[in-house]
Structure formats: structure tokens, C-alpha cells
């Protein structure tokens, strides 16, 4: 053994026998902590034995028969390969009809006369000891039929009747393996070697499938002329039943093998070493697999368990080892053994039980440098047990960080993932266990990056002039910045005239080989910059140009040397207009199938005139000449004489041969006619022919005309079939087609998805799981799965709404998918449906899940009014998406000076049932500015601002005006900008807060476009506009401004106009006319109810229903929700007082709650929801949403906007 190693070495180069150290070895490791042991590692000696002696008779054999030339080499060790060949040591060619099978014999499925010779010899060889064993030549005599006739005739009176039977052509027969079936088994992750051979004339060809399945691509080869089926890397999976087929033209015959695949022991969780504590808990888990299942088995110190010494924290449960309350004499190496009877695993883990206070790796003061807004990676490489935790604090006092700005690692590292100019400092990293405290200083400075601020531009400079770059740069005081210059991202030549100042390169007599790309380059210790320029040489203007033109035509085209598949042509050069001819092109015309039509045929260099050209039969030929020079080409020569050649049958078959089927009951076979020169002849047809695969059924064929289709009904649904088109014509077939794969047509899939599971991640996104269905039930190509989704009802506002579906399709045979765009707080359900070509399957029962609650949306508003000395009134509306049970709104203010500075910052948190608040005690004529949002139980929402002025004192110089009961803002503004669009126009208004007579206009686009806004001029001071000529169906974006202040604009706003309508709707209750009328119509029915008041009293009967419904005005009628039907008018907050100023309220805000027009309160979003008539849904059914009868889905289609369709 090696001396300070495990190594052990056997050397017998000088004496000894390698016999003598044949055996099973294994190595231990061993120390004070346990010892470690290795895998059995076995030495056996190679072996090449001689063949042994045998007699070998001639074989005699009569033509057509098999033949099979047994080799039986030696068993040595390593198996030897065998290879046969001649006495000329020549290896012996093979073939279809003869081959070497993987037991060496070779086989003759039939002889043949050249078969005869005297020198078959089967050599083995050894390649371990270099050595090759040759077997006795085998002697093979094959006798013809008509050699025996001459030797019967020869023996025979000529009144005898004599004749040997001629060569008869056979049906196959397998000469290996025997039998119709048999059986193999292979080991998990070996190479599959299966074998057919068959005997027969005409020589047999074999074909392979697996029964049930298809073979595994990638994985599959086929060696010895396709007798030898090869599949590498077997699995489990590769189990089945494989059958090879023998076929010649009297028949075939097969062999059906049954391949079980078994497994060695494979790890699925190796034992890991261990690392306690004195007092921890852990555990050690062997887990292997294999076929058969593994037993598992434990030893400690390479002694098993059951007889190693007591260890009372140790506990084994089959495959895991577990450790309660370990002490220091635990420590031990275990090891691992899984077997079964193809082989084993064995692994060791050592369990070390240690106490150590923690020791921290990195050198102390180490000093970090970065560039400003990169990230900082500071380490702190530790050890200690139990594990230490790691702290960090910067500056001596500091505390320690937290917060987002930092990442901390596992392994002890502290990331700043932008570092800025304040990053910069001392930062210590302490470690600390049970045992102790340790900690260690490192240093970070922030450097300051390196820019170009004068790059190199574009150069154009004419030859032999002189150019210059600039790169002029800015870098950090402290760091050495190099400056490197590239030309095309190579080094400069190494020339003269190339002079590299300090911030330049310069080019002294520029020439044309100095033309492309100059880059700079700037490097430092931290970081590195570039630019480039091109240079572009140009001539000095030249003298008057002679003038070039493109070619005369060609002239005098002649034709000779005609034959049925070529002809000659020539042809005289027009002329070249001092720009040489470069090449011809020749074009032909087909008089016969398509007159008039010129197509490419062939090209010829310039300095040639004549060709020989190819030509296809039955085509009328003429042919025409174009010449090529660099100016262009010119016009075609005058046609040549017709030249019409004879006909054949096709050379080519259709193309792009397909098998699809339209139906489930039939199969579609398509193909590319061929064109008209391409049919060789007249008459030309189609054989069409089908099969099912792998059924061995005969091909079906059909003759049909020059069509591109055909349909084969009564198929079976989803079936493979073998396919092939062939071309004839009056004069015979093309040559036989390649066969392509198609299938019988489509069904929709029968069974759904089973075992459907929502894990729901956060708030906003779910995980939908599913069982693939079986692919028998898909009956067609499986496409994917789709899952089809709907918000039920939000969990916060306990109301309903009109059911939108969305859908999102996977693509392929996936189990999972994301659910994304989710909302907060709600409940929903879901069904999962599969795909296939045809269509969807049945969906899976309804699943509910629901989503957790988020974070608030921003409050609807924030309005700040009454001023006066020493108090102001905020007033707020609750979110519009509360995303969950609000809990309290949080309100934070600061005052600010004339300087813009910002005071102390005062915090309230407000009861969620709350929606104002009178802020007192504050100072007077004072700016303050408030932030203001609300919470859930999982956080704060995000905030709005707003700014308001206490009103000065009394004794000030100004004073509120009379009436002032709002505050004054900050700043002009224009806010709240609602809009109320229909099918070609829209109301937009909004709310102003400035100086007056400001002139307003508005600016719209379409969403989603990069086109100029358009803008329209609002005359006077209204705040309100309507925009027409719009687009139906489309949405927009608009915003408002005012002129004469820069870049003064409200915030963007979105709205969708209607769809289409045959007969547009206008909202005529804005109407005057409408306005009238109503109030008409209302006396009318007040003079009605009298009169019937009165005749009643009297005992008469007046139909008021049936006079009302026979006049009522259909424009003025709501939608029913179930039929779309108008129905009767309900709104049960039209009975409740209106209150006062809540139409305008007199600081001309418009709460959400109180508009009339604003489309947030109807739909979901701002843009409001439509009708497919273009109509508002909840125009004339107040700010209530759809409540759909239970469990009733939605029979429309998802709307194209809200539906999420994509394949993942």
C-alpha cells in the first residue's frame, strides 16, 4: 500500500501470477470519530482460451436453401468479439441475405453460387490481452440447378426422364430466434439488444413494432440491416412486447418478444453527512429503488447496527435513522446498503456531533470597493455548532438592518443591491451560538462610474485625407481608468499613421482599407465603458464617367442536337454598352399547358453562347435569352422555334402527401396535383392507397382523375394509417412512393379531467393542479387543457355580479397551471376541460376556492374643507377595491414653510366606520400636507395626498373671501375626470381648481397606440365636453388641459365606446324634448288616477294597467336581467329623500356616490360595461350589480377583452 494514501497496488510485472490475487478487496478508513468503508471492488485475471478441436464437414447446399455457419468461440473473460473473413484476412462482405448474428453464427437466409468457397473462418478476439483465436475454415459447396440437371443427365439413358426441380422462391421462416415467442430481460440503463433473422426467398425484409406503443424516439436504432432492433438507456417504460416481422412477396411470418426490464438498486435519497450539536435532534434517510424492490440495511463503523455497540440517542425505523438528544460520543460513520439481486448501493454519512463556538473565515477589515448603483456583496464565511445566527450593523453605534434594501444570505453574506454614495461606511458582522459571540469588521467604498461624455461620431473623409475620434471620459478620482481603441473588434494595425493621443485617435493619409467600425474602450479596476463610430472612405470626385447601360438583347437563337431529353441552344450577344455581359439567363415557354408563361430554366457565364439544356417529355418547348450586366439586365430575346418532345410515364409523385381526417368516421387524403409539364404525358391519374398501421392488413388502392383529394369513410375514430399517392399516366406509373403517416378523423374526448386541486399562492394568483386524462378517452391529438374560471361573488361586499368567464388554455399533456389576475378577497370556481383537435371535452365538476385578503386600494377621495384659524375638515370616501374587511384609515400631516421645507410629521389612525375628521389645534395660515390610506388585516393600502392653508388671523393682511368654504389649493389643477361614452361619442368633464378664465382643451388617442393625441378646443370656461366621430367598439384615452400653462394636464383617463347598433341609442333623458314630455306624460297619468279615482267611487272599472302598457315609451323601459326583455322599473334607493346639495355640491366636487353619470358606478371598472346592444347594464337598475340565479352560468361567450386565451 501507498505510504500516507489508501492506495493499494498489486504489481506481477516483476513475478507472481495474476491468478493468485483473484478475489473480492474492500478499504476501511478509520479514526477516533468511526470509520468508513468502499465498495467491494473485485479483481479477476482476462482469459483467452484456444478453440477447441473439432471436426468440420463441408457443407453442401443447393441454391435458395438458408444456411447457418455455427462459430461457437472460446468463453474468455472479457466475452471476445467475433468478426468473419478469408484466408486473405479480408472480413467477408454482408448483406440482406447475409449477416453475422450477436451469437457470431453467420446466416444465409438463402445461397447463392458465389456463395462457394473453402475459407469461412470465425476469428474471436480478446481485446484485454491483445490476443485474436482463429476457428478452422469452414468449406460451403453450393450446388445450382442446372449443374445437378448435367450430373443427373450425365448418369442417366436418354429414354430416362431426369430434371431437378428449378430454385422455388419460399415464404420466410425465422432461423433465430425459434418458436413464436420468447422472452428477455435487461437491467435499468443498459443497452436492449433484440435479434430476427429469417430464412427465405426472395430474401425476407424485417420490420419491428412494439404491441400497445410506439418505440421510443431518440433511443431507437436499428443495426445489421435493420435484424437487430438497438434501444439504449432502458427504463422501466421499455417493458412490453416487441415483434418482428419477416415479409417477402409469398408471405411473412413473426416472432413476438417479451422484454422485462429489471432495475440494480438507484438512489432516489442518498444518506448526508450530519453535523449536531450536543442536546439536537437529526436524522439520516437511505432511500433507493429498483426492480426488484431494495432491501436496506445499516451499519455503523462498517459493523452492522444490530450488533454495533449501544448507542441510546440512536433509533432505526427501516430506511431512516433517527437521533434524539445526541451527545459528543455519538459521533460515528454510518453506512448504507442497498441490494437486491442485480447489485447494490452502499454510501457512507458521517454523523459528527460537535460543539464549537462560532469562528468567522473572512480576514478582518477587508475592503470592498463598488461602483455607485451596483450591488455590494459583503461577506462574512462562518462556522460554528450549533449554527451561529449573523447579524450586520454599520457605523460603530449602529443598529442592526433590516429592511428591503438588504438581502441576507445563508451562507452569511450581506447584499446591497444598489449601493449609493451613503452605502459607504464600516459594516460589522457578528456571529453568535450558545457557546460564544464573535465578530468582524469589513470596509466598503463607493466609487463613481465611468463615462464617455464626449463620444466618437460617424466620419466620412475622403482618401488620403486625415480623421480624428474624440473619447473623452470621466471617472472616479481615485481609479486608474485605461483607454484602449478597437477598429472592426480588433487590435489597430500596426501602422504609423494610427496616433492614439490622451482623449483622440487620429488617421494620418487615410485609405480604403482604414474603412469600418472604431471603438473606444475604458477600463478601470471596477467597471468599463465603450463607444463606436464607423469610418467611411470615399474617392476624390471623379473626371466625366463614360456612360454605362445594360446590355442589348441577345440575337439569331438557333436550336440543334435534339434529342427526347436535351437540346442545344445558341445564341449571338447583343450589345454590351461598355459594362461587360456577365452572364445569360435562358427562359423557356410551355406552349402546350401554359401559353405565354415564361419560366426560369438555367443561367450560363457571360463569355459563353451556347447550352445544352435538360428537358422533361411532353412539353412544347421555345426558349428566349436575357443578358446580365452590372447595370441591370436586358430585354428578352426574340422566342427560338417550337420543339415538342415525346412522352413517358411520370418521374416524380405528388408532394406533400397528407392523411387527415375531416370526420370521426372517415380519413382524408390530400396531395399537391402534379403541374402540367410534370406529367411525363397524357391522361395523367392518381393511385391512391391506405392501410391501417401496424395491423398487417393489406394496402387498399383506388385509381382516381387528376384531382388533389380523396375520402376513405368508414374508418375507425383516430386511427394511424399508412398512406401513399402514385402518379400514372397513359404510358405507365411513376416510381413506387414513399409511404407517409396519417390519421383517421377527430372526436371530442370523452371523459374530464379528474382529481382538479386549487392551491391558491397569495391574494392575486392560484395554482389549478388536474390527473391527466387517459389518451384512449382523447381521441384525437391532445392540444392541451383548458381551465375556465369565474369570479362568484367578493368576499368583502357580499354582493353578486354578472359572471364573466375567463379562460386560459395549456398547451400539451400539462397536470398544472397558474391562475393570475386573481381578486382579493373573493370567491370563485373553476372547471378544467381537454383539448384535442376537434374540440373540448365534458369539463370537470365546479371547484371553489376563495382568495385571501390583500391590501387596500388608494381612498376614492380626499377633500379638505371649512378652513378657519386653527382647524380644517377632511372628508374621505372608502376605496373603490377594499380587497378585504377594511380594519382603520391611517392619516399622517406636516406643515410646510414658505421655503417648501417640510415640519414633524403627525400620525392618526381613524376607526374603518369613519369617513371624516376635524383636525384642530393647528396653526394658523399654515400649508399642510396630509397622506392618507387605509388598512386590512394584511397591510396598508396605498395613499392619496392632498394639500390645504389654515386662513390667516384676524389682525393678517388678508382675509377669506366671503363665502370661502373651500380650501384653496396648492397649485392650479384639474382632477376627477369622468367620462360617459355611447357608440360615437363622449361626455368628458371634469373638475378645475385655479385661476379663472383659464381655456381648456382636451387631448384622446386610442389606448394601446402610438399615434399623435388629437385635441380639441373648449370654448369659454366650461368643464365639461363631448368628443364625436368616434369609433365604436374601441377604447380610448383622454385627458384634459388648459392653455398657456406648460405641461399643465390632468391625469389619463380610459373609456370604451359601444358596439355597433343597427339604430343608434342616445340618451335622451338629457334631452329637452325628453324632459318636456316626461312632465306631459306625468300630468297626463295624475289627470288619469283622478278620473279613475272618481269613477271608482262610483263602482266603475278603468283598465289603467293595459293604457299604460299600450302607450308606455319603450326608450324610457329597463332591461329585465333574465331575457333582455323590457320589464318593470325598480330602484329601491328612487324612494329615498334627496339630499340637499348633493346634486352640486357647492366646491363643485362630484362624489362617486352622488353622480349620475360617471360610469365607475356601473360594471367593474371605470370604463362601465355595455349591453350587446351598446346599452349601459345598471342605467336604469341603479349602482346594484347583476345577482345571477344560483349556480346558473353565463351561456355567452367570454368577452374577447376579459377572456384569457394563451397556450403555455
Known amino acids: 500500500m501507498k505510504p500516507n494514501s489508501g492506495t493499494l497496488v498489486i504489481n506481477i510485472m516483476n513475478g507472481g501470477k495474476a491468478e493468485a490475487y483473484e478475489g473480492v478487496y474492500q478499504c476501511t478508513a478509520r479514526n477516533e470519530r468511526g470509520a468508513a468503508i468502499s465498495n467491494n471492488i473485485v479483481i479477476r485475471p482476462s482469459r483467452s482460451p484456444l478453440w477447441t478441436k473439432e471436426k468440420l464437414e463441408p457443407n453442401h447446399v443447393r441454391e435458395g436453401d438458408s444456411l447457418v455457419l455455427h462459430c461457437r468461440p472460446p468463453v474468455g473473460l472479457p466475452p471476445p468479439i467475433i468478426f468473419w473473413m478469408d484466408n486473405a484476412f479480408q472480413r467477408l462482405p454482408q448483406s440482406e441475405r447475409v449477416s453475422q448474428g450477436l451469437n457470431g453464427d453467420l446466416y444465409f437466409s438463402n445461397v447463392q453460387p458465389e456463395d462457394t468457397r473453402e475459407d469461412y473462418i470465425c476469428y474471436a478476439r480478446f481485446n484485454h490481452t491483445q490476443t485474436i483465436q482463429q476457428k478452422q475454415p469452414i468449406s460451403v459447396k453450393v450446388f445450382s440447378m442446372d449443374s445437378l440437371n448435367d450430373t443427373i443427365a450425365a448418369n442417366l439413358s436418354d429414354t430416362d426422364i431426369y430434371g431437378a426441380k428449378p430454385v422455388t422462391e419460399r415464404q420466410p421462416v425465422l432461423l433465430t430466434p425459434t418458436g413464436s415467442t420468447s422472452t428477455k430481460v435487461e437491467l435499468r440503463g443498459n443497452v436492449l439488444l433484440l435479434e430476427c433473422i429469417a430464412a427465405g426467398l426472395p430474401t425476407p425484409v424485417i420490420r419491428w413494432i412494439k404491441e400497445g406503443g410506439e418505440l421510443p424516439a431518440n433511443r431507437t436504432f436499428f443495426e445489421n440491416f435493420k435484424k437487430t432492433l438497438k434501444i439504449i438507456d432502458v427504463s422501466e417504460a421499455d417493458s412490453g412486447n416487441y415483434k418482428c416481422i419477416a415479409r417477402n412477396t409469398l408471405g411473412s411470418v413473426h416472432h413476438v418478444i417479451s422484454v422485462t426490464v429489471k432495475a440494480a438498486p438507484y438512489w432516489i435519497t442518498a444518506p448526508r453527512n450530519l453535523v449536531l450539536s450536543p442536546g439536537e435532534d437529526g436524522t439520516l434517510i437511505c432511500r433507493a429503488n429498483g426492480n426488484p424492490k431494495p432491501s436496506i440495511s445499516w451499519l455503523a463503523n462498517g459493523v452492522p447496527i444490530a450488533i454495533a455497540p449501544e448507542d441510546p440517542s440512536r433509533k432505526v425505523d427501516g430506511d431512516t435513522i433517527i437521533f434524539s438528544h445526541v451527545q459528543e460520543r455519538s459521533s460515528a460513520v454510518y453506512q448504507c446498503n442497498a441490494s437486491n439481486e442485480y447489485g447494490y448501493l452502499l454510501a457512507n454519512a458521517f454523523v459528527n456531533v460537535l460543539a464549537e463556538p462560532p469562528r468567522i473565515l473572512t480576514p478582518a477589515n477587508k475592503l470592498y ?48 443591491p444598489v449601493a449609493q454614495k451613503n452605502s459607504a461606511g464600516t459594516y460589522t458582522c457578528v456571529a453568535r451560538n450558545e457557546l460564544g459571540k464573535i465578530q468582524n469588521d469589513v470596509q466598503l467604498e463607493i466609487k463613481d462610474p465611468t463615462m464617455i461624455i464626449k463620444q466618437p461620431e460617424y466620419k466620412v473623409i475622403q482618401r488620403y485625407g486625415q480623421v480624428s475620434f474624440e473619447c473623452i471620459i470621466k471617472h472616479d478620482s481615485t481609479l486608474l481608468p485605461t483607454v484602449t481603441w478597437l477598429k472592426d473588434n480588433d487590435e489597430l494595425p500596426d501602422d504609423e499613421r494610427f496616433l492614439v493621443g490622451k482623449d483622440n485617435l487620429t488617421i494620418m493619409n487615410v485609405t480604403d482599407k482604414d474603412d469600418g467600425t472604431y471603438t473606444c474602450i475604458v477600463n478601470t479596476t471596477l467597471d468599463s465603458v465603450s463607444a463606436s463610430a464607423v469610418l467611411t472612405v470615399v474617392a476624390a470626385p471623379p473626371t466625366p464617367a463614360i456612360i454605362y447601360a445594360r446590355p442589348n438583347p441577345p440575337f439569331d437563337l438557333e436550336l440543334t442536337g435534339q434529342l427526347e431529353r436535351s437540346i442545344d441552344l445558341s445564341w449571338i450577344p447583343g450589345d454590351e454598352n461598355n459594362s461587360p455581359i456577365t452572364n445569360f439567363v435562358i427562359e423557356y415557354e410551355d406552349a402546350l399547358h401554359e401559353p405565354g408563361v415564361w419560366h426560369y430554366q438555367t443561367e450560363v457565364p457571360g463569355t459563353q453562347t451556347t447550352v445544352q439544356l435538360k428537358l422533361s417529355p411532353y412539353v412544347n418547348y421555345s426558349f428566349r435569352v436575357i443578358a446580365v450586366n452590372k447595370i441591370g439586365r436586358s430585354q428578352p430575346s426574340e422566342p427560338s422555334e417550337q420543339y415538342l418532345t415525346k412522352s413517358a410515364s411520370p418521374d416524380e409523385n405528388p408532394a406533400n402527401v397528407q392523411g387527415i381526417g375531416s370526420e370521426p368516421d372517415n380519413l382524408v387524403i390530400t396531395w399537391e396535383p402534379l403541374k402540367g409539364f410534370q406529367s411525363n404525358g397524357p391522361g395523367l391519374q392518381y393511385k391512391v392507397s391506405w392501410r391501417q398501421k401496424d395491423v398487417d392488413d393489406e394496402w387498399t388502392s383506388v385509381i382516381v382523375a387528376n384531382v388533389s383529394k380523396y375520402i376513405v369513410s368508414g374508418t375507425p375514430t383516430f386511427v394511424p394509417y399508412e398512406v401513399k399517392v402514385q402518379a400514372l399516366n397513359d404510358l405507365g406509373y411513376a416510381p413506387e412512393p414513399s409511404e407517409v403517416i396519417g390519421h383517421s378523423g377527430e372526436d371530442l374526448p370523452m371523459v374530464a379531467p379528474g382529481n382538479v386541486q386549487v392551491h391558491v399562492i397569495n391574494s392575486t394568483l392560484a395554482k389549478v393542479h388536474w390527473d391527466p386524462v387517459p389518451l384512449k378517452t382523447v381521441r384525437g391529438h391532445l392540444q392541451g387543457y383548458k381551465v375556465y374560471y369565474w369570479k362568484v361573488q367578493s368576499l368583502s361586499r357580499r354582493s353578486r355580479r354578472h359572471i364573466e368567464k375567463k379562460i386560459l388554455t395549456f398547451r400539451g399533456n400539462k397536470t398544472f397551471g397558474m391562475l393570475p389576475g386573481l381578486e382579493p378577497y373573493s370567491s370563485y370556481k373553476l372547471n378544467v376541460r381537454v383539448v384535442n383537435g376537434k374540440g373540448e371535452g365534458p369539463a370537470s365538476p365546479d371547484k371553489v376556492f376563495k382568495t385571501p385578503e390583500g391590501v387596500p386600494s388608494s381612498p376614492s377621495f380626499l377633500k379638505i374643507t371649512n378652513p378657519t384659524l386653527d382647524s380644517l375638515t377632511l372628508e374621505w370616501g372608502s376605496p373603490t377595491h377594499p380587497n378585504g374587511v377594511l380594519t ?157 400653462l406648460s405641461g399643465f394636464r390632468s391625469s389619463e383617463d380610459v373609456f370604451e365606446t359601444g358596439p355597433a347598433m343597427a339604430s343608434r341609442q342616445v340618451d335622451i333623458a338629457t334631452q329637452g324634448w325628453f324632459i318636456g314630455l316626461m312632465c306631459a306624460v306625468a300630468l297626463l297619468i295624475l289627470i288619469l288616477l283622478i278620473v279613475c279615482f272618481i269613477r271608482r267611487n262610483k263602482g266603475g272599472k278603468y283598465p289603467v294597467k293595459e293604457k299604460e302598457d299600450a302607450h308606455a315609451d319603450p326608450e324610457i323601459q329597463p332591461m329585465k336581467e333574465d331575457d333582455g326583455t323590457f320589464g318593470e322599473y325598480s330602484d329601491a334607493e328612487d324612494h329615498k329623500p334627496l339630499k340637499k346639495g348633493s346634486r352640486t355640491p357647492s366646491d363643485r366636487t362630484v362624489k362617486k356616490e352622488d353622480s349620475d353619470d360617471s360610469l365607475v358606478d356601473y360594471g367593474e371598472g371605470v370604463n362601465g360595461q355595455f349591453n350587446e346592444d351598446g346599452s349601459f347594464i345598471g342605467q336604469y337598475s341603479g349602482k346594484k350589480e347583476k345577482e345571477p340565479a344560483e349556480g346558473n352560468e353565463s351561456s355567452e361567450a367570454p368577452s374577447p377583452v376579459n377572456a384569457m386565451n394563451s397556450f403555455v
Not at 376 to 387: E, I, N, R, T
Not at 910 to 927: D, F, M, Q, V
Not at 930 to 941: E, I, L
Not at 956 to 966: E, M, Q, S, Y
Open 369 to 416: 470597493q463598488v461602483i455607485a448603483d451596483s450591488p455590494a456583496l459583503l461577506d462574512c464565511a462562518y462556522f460554528g455548532s450549533p449554527k451561529p445566527e449573523i447579524e450586520w450593523f454599520k457605523g460603530v453605534k449602529g443598529s442592526i438592518l433590516r429592511g428591503n434594501e438588504y438581502i441576507f444570505h445563508d451562507n452569511g453574506t450581506l447584499e446591497i
Open 888 to 1044: 382603520s384609515y391611517t392619516l399622517k400631516f406636516q406643515p410646510i414653510n414658505n421655503t417648501h421645507e417640510l415640519g414633524p410629521l403627525v400620525e392618526i389612525r381613524i376607526p374603518a366606520n369613519e369617513s371624516s375628521l376635524i383636525l384642530k389645534n393647528l396653526n394658523y395660515s399654515t400649508r399642510y400636507k396630509f397622506y392618507f390610506n387605509a388598512q386590512t388585516s394584511v397591510g396598508s393600502g396605498s395613499q392619496i395626498t392632498e394639500e390645504a392653508v389654515t386662513i390667516m388671523d384676524e389682525a393678517g393682511i388678508l382675509r377669506p373671501a366671503v363665502g370661502a368654504g373651500k380650501v384653496q389649493p396648492l397649485y392650479p389643477r384639474i382632477r376627477n375626470v369622468t367620462t360617459a361614452a355611447a357608440e360615437t361619442y363622449a361626455n368628458i368633464s371634469w373638475e378645475y381648481e385655479g385661476p379663472d378664465h383659464a381655456n381648456f382643451y382636451v387631448e384622446y388617442r386610442v389606448a394601446g397606440s402610438k399615434e399623435d393625441w388629437k385635441k380639441e378646443i373648449v370654448n369659454g370656461s366650461r368643464s365639461f365636453f363631448v368628443l364625436k366621430g368616434l369609433t365604436p367598439g374601441t377604447a380610448y384615452k383622454v385627458r384634459v388641459g388648459a392653455e398657456g
